[in-house]
């Protein structure tokens, strides 16, 4: 069963240095999403891509984050500096991208992060 | 942007219980996905309904879509230890985007 991929799966850093995340969604998804969420809370849209184009990217602190999807399969992730408050499950996920809202995503395993 | 709101927002039980999970929104949603999270990994895909009314059965799980798709309901019958983890409902809207309530945490005792 294909799957989402996503590493690393876990990641200590210490506050103000640069952190990078990769995900490789399911072959043929054109949609991949990355998603922030705080323990016990529901996740929170960081960024949407449509094939290597970004679609909704409101919700990112583009102060110190970055997202590329350059070939629109996979993807990387990055925080520079990291602070503090970062700390959480960053999570990966894809879809079909049929759109109209009858989609479903598929989730990787995570990268939970630990700033120090 | 359309919320959804789930409840409980906790909830332990016995073993052979059974328990229901609410997700509500005042907006209607294309699509309503379960998910159900173990503490560490990322969310599992329980189920997707799109028809206003649908039920679906998985297992002891039984997924119901509000006739005017912006309510779902999760009701596990005789629940285990196994089924023990944050419930995670998800609209989908339009252009490929996802509303996620912020979870029920279940927790199941033998």
């Known amino acids: 069963e294909a799957e989402v991929a996503q590493s690393p799966r876990y990641k200590i850093t210490e506050k103000s240095q640069a952190v990078a995340f990769w995900c490789d969604p399911i072959s043929g998804h054109a949609t991949l999403y990355w998603y922030r969420q705080i323990l016990g809370q529901g996740p929170e849209l960081l960024v949407q891509?449509?094939?290597?184009?970004?679609?909704?990217d409101s919700q990112l602190p583009k102060d110190r984050f970055s997202a590329e999807r350059l070939k629109g399969v996979d993807s990387t992730l990055k925080i520079q500096p990291a602070e503090l408050g970062d700390s959480a499950m960053y999570l990966c996920a894809s879809s079909l991208g049929a759109g109209g809202g009858t989609d479903t995503q598929y989730f990787g395993p995570g990268t939970r992060l630990t700033v120090l | 942007t359309q919320l959804l709101e789930q409840s409980p927002q906790f909830l332990s039980i016995q073993e052979g219980e059974n328990l229901t999970v609410y997700c509500n929104s005042s907006s209607v949603f294309s699509s309503l996905q379960w998910y159900r999270q173990e503490p560490g990994e990322g969310p599992v895909l329980l189920v997707t309904v799109v028809t206003g009314g649908e039920v679906k059965k998985l297992k002891r799980l039984t997924f119901q879509f509000g006739d005017a798709r912006k309510d779902s309901s999760l009701h596990i019958t005789a629940a285990q230890p196994g089924d023990t983890g944050l419930y995670l409902c998800?609209?989908?809207?339009?252009?490929?985007?996802?509303?996620f309530g912020a979870g029920t945490q279940v927790v199941v005792t033998p």
């Open positions: 891509f449509q094939d290597e184009s970004v679609v909704d």
């Open positions: 998800a609209g989908g809207e339009s252009w490929g985007k996802f509303q």
